[in-house]
Each structure stands twice: as C-alpha cells, then as structure tokens.
C-alpha cells in the first residue's frame, strides 16, 4: 500500500533519481530524460519512462531497477509504463548532466535534436571532451552503445564517444 503522508509524486520522483542509467552511471534516469512520469492511483505506483530509442537494451535493466528501488521503500505494487510518444529527444537532457558527460570523456549532444542545421545536413563542430579541440573525426556511426557514435580527437589523438542527437 502506498502510504500519502509519506509518498507523494514529488518524493516518489526523487527517490527514482537516484537511479543511474546501466549504461552512463554518471548521470541518473532523471537527468537523462527518460524519468517522465509517476502516477499514484488507488494502491499502484505507475511509472513511465520513455528510452532514448527503439530497442534500447537498457530499459529492462532500468524498469527492474524502478521496481526493485520501490519495493526496498516499501511500494509494493508497481507498474512501469513505456511510452514512445513524445519520442525522446537529446533536449531532454539536463545542463547538469550534459557536464556531467563531458567530465566522465562524453562529448554531450551540442544542439538540439530538432536543430534545423542538423535535418539540413548541416552539423556544427564537435569538441573533444578531453582537451576542448574541435579539430575531431567520427571513427564509427557506433560507439560503446547504439546511442552514441565514436570520435577520435586529431590534436589529443584521444578515442571519445559521442552522446548521438536522435
């Protein structure tokens, strides 16, 4: 049973925070964006969540998470919801946790997903996270996951995955 005078959306919200995403522990599920949703109705916790994109191999990870962070609070009954439309977006991400990326050697996503520039064809430079040089080249459309591509920095020489504007 959900207890109202101790959890709240708010509170329940924040406790989901805490939870970082399997696949870039440094910034949690809140801050990636992916956090959209908690619904308190009767007895059940619904909570949605929407993945970076299709077949995100990380959202299983993620749901059992939610479920196993409620029940240790004591919410038995829990639901989580995918939900694919609005599609998630790279603007979704917070300030906070696009410097997070970069601190942790991810060059974060430096425009918005929507940036007419991009559906042109158009990208702007990107910077290595390392040394701030803008003089990099894509190795590989796929980094170390599908969301991310691989970049090599030409003046550091260093390798650095790219956080993909989907």
């Known amino acids: 049973m959900i207890h ?3 959890y709240n959306r708010e509170t329940i919200f924040n406790l989901l ?6 696949e870039i522990p440094v910034i949690n599920i809140h801050e990636l964006g992916i956090l959209r949703e908690v ?3 009767d007895e059940v916790c619904t909570v949605v969540i929407t993945p970076t994109y299709t077949g995100c191999p990380a959202m299983k990870v993620i749901e059992d998470d939610i479920k196993i962070k409620l029940k240790e609070a004591g919410i038995e009954k ?3 919801e995918l939900v694919y439309s609005p599609a998630w977006t790279t603007d979704w991400i917070s300030d906070a946790a696009k410097e ?3 601190v942790y050697g991810i060059a974060p996503p430096d425009y918005s997903s929507v940036d007419k520039k991009v559906l042109l064809g158009k990208p702007r430079e990107l910077k290595c ?3 701030g040089s803008k003089n990099t080249e894509m190795i590989s459309q796929f980094g170390s996951t599908a969301c ?3 970049y090599r920095c030409i003046d550091c020489k260093e390798p650095f995955d790219y956080f993909k504007c989907l």
């Open 4 to 6: 109202t005078s101790i």
């Open 17 to 22: 925070s805490e939870i970082p995403d399997p």
């Open 39 to 41: 619904k308190l109705e």
């Open 78 to 80: 829990v639901k989580v």
């Open 100 to 102: 997070k990326l970069r």
């Open 129 to 131: 996270p390392l040394c």
């Open 148 to 150: 991310k591509a691989l």
